[in-house]
Nanobody, 123 residues
Framework: QVRLVQSGGGSAQSGGSLRLSCAPDDRVTRYSMGWFRQALGKEREGVASIDSDGWTRYGDSVKGRFTISQDNAHTLYLQMNSLKPDDTATYYC??????????WGPGDWPNSWGLGTQVTVSS
């Protein structure tokens, strides 16, 4: 497992933007990484992921609004634009040596998780 340090998030108005960051403490291994979220009373869901070969996957509800990226130091980002109240949730960064695009549940999830960061979008 790898330790993941999340930053960013917070509050925004509907239509606004926020950015999340996630830094792995292992800067050598190329992990597949992703973002997941869980709203109150709802199940955890995949938001966006990027495999170690660069292949990306997005949830249907965020396509065209959110962008996942990764820099050369393996820090993961999630740029969230055109935010909606339905985007309100706790967002978790995840990492795994397996392809993250295949770990969106319900039976199989990533091995390593960040502590989560709250995103609140008001109308």
């Amino acid at each position: 497992q790898v330790r993941l340090v999340q930053s960013g998030g917070g509050s925004a108005q509907s239509g606004g933007s926020l950015r999340l960051s996630c830094a792995p403490d292992d800067r050598v291994t190329r992990y597949s990484m992703g973002w997941f979220r869980q709203a109150l009373g709802k199940e955890r869901e995949g938001v966006a992921s990027i495999d170690s070969d660069g292949w990306t996957r997005y949830g249907d509800s965020v396509k065209g609004r959110f962008t996942i990226s990764q820099d050369n130091a393996h820090t993961l980002y999630l740029q969230m634009n055109s935010l909606k109240p339905d985007d309100t949730a706790t967002y978790y960064c995840a990492a795994d040596l397996r392809r993250m695009s295949s770990l969106w549940g319900p039976g199989d999830w990533p091995n390593s998780w960040g502590l989560g960061t709250q995103v609140t979008v008001s109308s």
